[in-house]
């Protein structure tokens, strides 16, 4: 099918942080999917992958946060006019899942590390050069009580991951679908161009 004319597009900020994002994600989700894996076959390695993996995910919230702000001062282009109101509706829900998702993966895994009983012996640092803080409400626990909180958390953060590969799957099927079925211009939308 033919694509049809471009139906307005996201700014280049905007564009730069969907992108950002989404390559922090993705990596982040495929680096976790595969930590006991790499803990079995090079348990040396499995610290500095986790160092990473943290301090992706502490910067997928500041971006997450920086594009939540842009949003509100730039909306992005009016909805595809092709969209049934089932489509709509799905997409609506899909995104704002997304964005609730990429704050509460993220976030419920700095809990998790900030719970940590062995985290006092081990600073948190992003990328091994900015020192970074852990939430100080978990210091005064017992190790007994750190340890509900780091499990907990740790449940949390695993569920919502799983529970984000399941709304990028619907997001990428969505724009696939927009793209390639409908032929509209969906992902010069949200490409960088005139």
């Given at each position: 099918m033919?694509?049809?004319?471009?139906?307005?597009?996201?700014?280049?900020?905007?564009?730069?942080?969907h992108?950002?994002?989404?390559?922090?994600?993705?990596?982040?989700?495929?680096?976790?999917?595969?930590?006991?894996?790499?803990?079995?076959?090079?348990?040396?390695?499995?610290?500095?992958?986790?160092?990473?993996?943290?301090?992706?995910?502490?910067?997928?919230?500041?971006?997450?946060?920086?594009?939540?702000?842009?949003?509100?001062?730039?909306?992005?282009?009016?909805?595809?006019?092709?969209?049934?109101?089932?489509?709509?509706?799905?997409?609506?829900?899909?995104?704002?899942?997304?964005?609730?998702?990429?704050?509460?993966?993220?976030?419920?895994?700095?809990?998790?590390?900030?719970?940590?009983?062995?985290?006092?012996?081990?600073?948190?640092?992003?990328?091994?050069?900015?020192?970074?803080?852990?939430?100080?409400?978990?210091?005064?626990?017992?190790?007994?009580?750190?340890?509900?909180?780091?499990?907990?958390?740790?449940?949390?953060?695993?569920?919502?991951?799983?529970v984000?590969?399941?709304?990028?799957?619907?997001?990428?099927?969505?724009?696939?679908?927009?793209?390639?079925?409908?032929?509209q211009?969906?992902?010069?939308?949200?490409?960088?161009?005139?």
């Open positions: 033919p694509e049809r004319p471009l139906n307005g597009r996201y700014t280049s900020i905007a564009v730069a942080l992108w950002l994002v989404a390559i922090g994600i993705i990596f982040n989700l495929w680096k976790g999917l595969g930590f006991d894996a790499l803990e079995a076959a090079h348990p040396d390695q499995i610290g500095a992958a986790v160092g990473l993996h943290k301090s992706i995910g502490i910067t997928v919230i500041g971006l997450v946060i920086l594009r939540v702000l842009w949003k509100i001062g730039h909306p992005g282009p009016a909805p595809l006019p092709a969209l049934k109101p089932w489509e709509r509706k799905l997409s609506t829900g899909v995104h704002h899942l997304l964005y609730l998702l990429m704050l509460v993966v993220p976030l419920a895994g700095w809990l998790h590390d900030s719970a940590w009983k062995a985290g006092a012996a081990h600073p948190l640092v992003l990328f091994r050069v900015i020192p970074w803080f852990r939430f100080p409400f978990f210091s005064g626990l017992s190790d007994a009580g750190k340890d509900y909180w780091h499990d907990l958390f740790g449940g949390v953060h695993t569920i919502t991951a799983y984000l590969i399941g709304a990028l799957v619907l997001h990428v099927a969505g724009a696939l679908k927009h793209q390639f079925l409908d032929g211009a969906q992902f010069r939308r949200m490409w960088f161009g005139r």
